[in-house]
């Protein structure tokens, strides 16, 4: 059973910084591609970057390309987002998934960019 589990969002003011955490069970971390996909109220799922399974290749959109980095810990199965300089517009919940839309996601962790 997957279980994916996020963590580390919160209240930050524009330009401020988080990281957010996601611990995964339940299939082979090590060799899963993973996004960090995220969803704005009343706003469609939008992945926000990719990473392979040794964390060689990693991918993001324009949004937030030069802000923010993915990475992995596979000894430890987590899933890592440092975010840097955030915006009003990066407010959304924030899931780990195995693919872009999310289909099998935890809980989510809430980042609200405001002052």
């Known amino acids: 059973q997957v279980q994916l589990v996020e963590s580390g969002g919160g209240l930050v003011q524009p330009g401020g910084s988080l990281r957010l955490s996601c611990v995964a069970s339940?299939?082979?971390?090590?060799?899963?591609?993973m996004y960090w996909v995220r969803q704005a109220p009343g706003k469609d799922f939008e992945w926000v970057s990719i990473?392979?399974?040794?964390?060689?290749?990693?991918n993001y959109p324009e949004s937030v390309k030069g802000r923010f980095t993915i990475s992995r810990d596979n000894a430890r199965n987590t899933l890592f987002l440092q975010m840097e300089t955030l915006k009003p517009e990066d407010t959304a919940l924030y899931y780990c998934a195995r693919d872009p839309r999310a289909t099998e996601r935890g809980p989510g962790t809430q980042v609200t960019v405001s002052s």
């Open positions: 339940g299939f082979r971390f090590s060799t899963s591609w």
């Open positions: 990473i392979n399974g040794d964390g060689t290749f990693t």
